[in-house]
């Protein structure tokens, strides 16, 4: 069956720092792809998504290119904030409908 | 728009008795989801419908869960009876059927604690 996975945290950077959340995926036929972020006491809301490869999704300073290849769709962020700090949940759609979710990352950014 | 609205926003009850989580969905999304977050398991799909219809409930962890959606515009869950392993975060969700990047609108969740 279809899968995300993500690598483990927390992730912990000093603001400014740059950062990577590896995320890579399994998946039978040609996915869609999403990064969710999670604010403290909320719910998860779309960050970012691309639907083919080569695609490059980009919003708030984030960025994923969905590769096919390596099946993987890595975030990063050049320069974190601390208002960046959440939780990120890397995703996959194959039927337009159902989403499957990775187990999340936390990021913590420090002052 | 008000978003998706899920109520209560925190449950506090006592195991045995039933919990009923409501939602109200997107105006105008045909798609609507359950999701249970725990530390342990992390963000499970329970159930989701399509234009009220149920469509995939295998993620329903026992028959003491039931959802429903009786209209567009509503849904519950409930648990019957609650045991103090249910206690999660419930989001709900709704998304527009049909769109090639179907993008979820999550809920602020019901945060359930089971003594």
Known sequence: GNSV???EGPVTLS???FLTINCTYTATGYPSLFWYVQ?????LQL???ATKADDKGSNKGFEATYRKETT???LEKGSVQVSDSAVYFCALSENGNKLVFGAGTILRVKS | DAGVIQSPRHEVTEMGQEVTLRCKPISGHNSLFWYRQTMMRGLELLIYF????PIDDSGMPE?????KMPNASFSTLKIQPSEPR????YFCASSLRGIAYNEQFFGPGTRLTVL
């Open chain 1, 72 to 74: 993987s769709f890595h």
């Open chain 1, 47 to 49: 960050l970012l998504k």
């Open chain 1, 39 to 43: 604010y403290p006491g909320e719910g």
């Open chain 2, 63 to 67: 028959d003491r869960f039931s959802a």
């Open chain 2, 86 to 89: 249910d206690s999660a975060v």
């Open chain 1, 15 to 17: 603001e400014e720092a």
């Open chain 1, 5 to 7: 996975t993500q690598m």
């Open chain 2, 50 to 53: 399509n234009n009220n219809v």
